[in-house]
């Protein structure tokens, strides 16, 4: 029932920027962790960058300075602002969260289905 919705992904030339989007749908009360993930060909899937409900994050070391991860509580909505892609940045981003349901004991963690993001000249 609920479900994460992944946008933005494509093809983008090196140094160039793309902003990921991920939106929670569903009979939700709220949202604690969101973070993205990624996982490029021959690899294990990778944290990116991680926000709290209350805004505060952290990244990866090779994406600190480039990416910016930020959210809409109202909108149930994490983003990945990215810049100055690098070609070692090509990947499937899969967005992630904490849901919570009144009816539920404790949070439950969903995946999104991913979206690809490819950098090359």
């Known amino acids: 029932q609920v479900q994460l919705v992944e946008s933005g992904g494509g093809l983008v030339q090196p140094g160039g920027a793309l902003r990921l989007s991920c939106a929670a749908s569903?009979?939700?009360?709220?949202?604690?962790?969101m973070a993205w993930y990624r996982q490029a060909p021959g690899k294990q899937r990778e944290l990116v960058a991680a926000?709290?409900?209350?805004?505060?994050?952290n990244y990866t070391d090779s994406v600190k300075g480039r990416f910016t991860i930020s959210r809409d509580n109202t909108k149930k909505t994490v983003y990945l602002q990215m810049e100055n892609l690098k070609p070692e940045d090509t990947a499937v981003y899969y967005c992630?969260?904490?849901?919570?349901?009144?009816?539920?004991?404790?949070?439950?963690?969903?995946w999104g289905q991913g979206t690809q993001v490819t950098v090359s000249s």
């Open positions: 569903g009979r939700i009360f709220g949202i604690y962790d």
């Open positions: 926000i709290t409900r209350g805004g505060a994050t």
């Open positions: 992630n969260a904490d849901v919570v349901r009144l009816d539920w004991g404790a949070s439950r963690n969903y």
